[in-house]
């Protein structure tokens, strides 16, 4: 299968995942100026008529900045829909981004064929994010044109495997497009993921330390100031493992160390259900590859930086490679 054309505006080879709470129109708006895929979870936008604006926000932005750079386009954006019965306004959500042809859905906890051939009736490309080689062939069967394998050490809900097992078995049968994710922080693991496989790298906790987010000023300095010991797993604050900062664990005066473990059924993306502290708001996630990120900066600089980590990369390589 060859990459779809949706694609080929790219800079770099980078799809910044969707971070509840933390994207906004700002960011979004700012990574596809720059050139990777910007994206955000439809339930960001609260109430639902917040999501009409945004996207009208988005689409008019984007089309301004394409009419004034018709040689440097914007890259195409995303809207992340969480699949699940926990989410009461999926219906509507999708008919907003019908309305304005989200050229790209990213599908997560479900994979549901209407939820595919909803964005297929306007010409969308849908891409679900997976922990294991057993849903990802769940969500190919079930319609969806991508996979997200999110690997171990990604932000947020994230799975345990190794991105090299995770990889290997999914190109034994798949060879549609792929976003890598876990622990992407650099330019030199953006050439890593391809090497295993993956068309693109998913990444997300470097767009939480940039000036676009909407992150507060502490968060953001945690992740600079963080690196991978920092990270803790736990299904505690969500009902779903995921990683977080320890920092922000202790400070809800939790110790990171001793948590007990989450009960799905009360999985709410808005009040963290299992504890009195709120995932995402008081417990702040993060991905393990947060030791690369140096400083809170704008989203054009982060690009511009991992561009030359990138470029770096392919050239130390070839300068290895036996011709």
Known sequence: ???????????????????????????????CKAGIVGSFPSLNARPISQLDEWLAQITEELAAHDAANPDRP?????????????????????????????????????????????????????????INNRFAHKAIEKGADGLIPVAA????????????????????????????????????????????????AYMGSPWIATHEARAIDDYKQAIVDGQASDIVYSSLFTGVHGNYLRGSIEKAGLDPDNLPEGDVSKMNFGSGGNTDAKAWKDIWGSGQGIGAVKAVESVADRVDRLEAEYNQAVAALRAVTPA
């Open 74 to 130: 914007a890259a195409p954006f995303a809207v992340n829909q969480i699949v699940h019965k926990s989410n009461n306004r999926l219906q509507e959500d999708l008919q907003l981004c019908a309305k304005y042809k989200v050229p790209l859905m990213i599908t997560s906890l479900g994979a549901i064929p209407e939820v595919f051939d909803a964005a297929h009736s306007w010409g969308g490309i849908v891409m679900h994010d997976i």
């Open 153 to 200: 050490g990604a932000g947020g809900h994230a799975g345990t495997l190794s991105p090299f097992a995770l990889m290997q078995e999914i190109r034994e049968w798949f060879d549609g497009p792929v976003a890598l994710s876990g622990a992407i922080a650099c330019g030199r693991s953006i050439l890593a993921a391809q090497a295993l496989g993956a068309d693109f």
């Open 1 to 31: 299968m060859s990459r779809p054309a949706l694609f080929d505006k790219l800079r770099l080879p980078v799809i910044g995942s969707p971070l509840f709470i933390i994207s906004g129109p700002e960011l979004v708006i700012a990574q």
